[in-house]
């Protein structure tokens, strides 16, 4: 197992990294392009609906994205479409503080379904919109999510007593969430001090939190931090109440493509909301 995650993980690093770094902006439209789709093909497969089968959730939303792609819908206004779909994620996680498992199965397979299409559209705007803020405020947002969920792991593993969701994450203890925050913070200090020293083709999420004061720092990167837990136990409660382990097999060793940037649909838009004034 660990040997199929690490070649996984290295295919991916060969297919992503060209795409966040190179200069024009098609390479990364393509890659969320088809991370959109086959993201859509996984949510269709748990929210089944009698009208639109899972190949066609997904080619529907490859439509759309590539829709958007063209005419450049997204690229008008995008810290108010961030705002508008952070205001969709806060209905999701009410839904998950509140409902549960049984309450999200007793929701129809049409509304889940055009649920998951505005969270994979509007994942698709902000990945791109957050691409066009520069490649390293980009990178500087995942890595924050990756350092969260790392920080999570280990700390968890070695401290973690309170969990923090049993029914939807058994998993997921308060100590590794706190861990996971700690860490991001401690990350975000480093990063804000190298990045004084250079010149960035463009300003990471922390360094711009970091000049808006101590307080703006702690905070926003803990909203952040917060965010990302929340995209991961909301797929979770998904995936229990469609009875899936995974979101599918698509990335051996890893799961499916939800699996792996569930902790980023939230966040990304957060980030640019912050970086926009917005909030």
Not at 20 to 47: G, K
Not at 76 to 99: D, N, R, S
Request: charge should be positive.
């Amino acid at each position: 197992m660990l040997k199929q995650r690490v070649i996984t993980a290295l295919v991916l690093l060969l297919i992503c990294l060209p795409a966040l770094t190179t200069q024009s902006a098609w390479p990364f439209l393509a890659l969320t392009w088809i991370m959109s789709t086959l993201a859509a093909w996984e949510w269709a497969r748990m929210n089944t609906s009698t009208f639109l089968k899972p190949p066609l959730f997904a080619l529907l939303t490859l439509a759309l994205c590539a829709l958007d792609g063209f005419f450049a819908w997204s690229g008008f206004h995008a810290e108010f479409q961030a705002l508008g779909l952070i205001l969709v994620w806060l209905v999701f996680f009410a839904m998950v503080l509140k409902w549960g498992i049984e309450g999200w199965s007793a929701v129809s397979g049409g509304w889940r379904q055009l649920m998951g299409l505005i969270m994979l559209l509007g994942a698709w705007a902000s990945f791109n919109a957050a691409k066009v803020e520069g490649t390293h405020f980009l990178i500087s947002v995942l890595v924050l999510v990756w350092t969260a969920d790392i920080g999570a792991y280990f700390v968890g593993k070695a401290f973690g007593k309170t969990k923090l969701a049993p029914i939807v994450s058994p998993g997921k203890s308060r100590e590794g969430a706190l861990g996971g925050l700690v860490l991001v913070l401690l990350l975000g200090l480093i990063w804000a001090q190298i990045e004084s020293l250079s010149s960035p083709e463009s300003q990471s999420i922390y360094a711009f939190l970091w000049h808006k004061g101590p307080v703006h720092f702690v905070l926003g990167l803990s909203a952040l931090v917060a965010c990302s837990v929340l995209g991961d136990l909301f797929e979770s409660l998904v995936k229990r109440s469609a009875g899936f382990k995974d979101s599918s097999q698509l990335l051996p060793g890893h799961g499916g493509v939800l699996d792996r940037i569930d902790a980023l649909l939230p966040t990304v838009p957060l980030a640019l909301l912050l970086v926009h004034g917005v909030l």
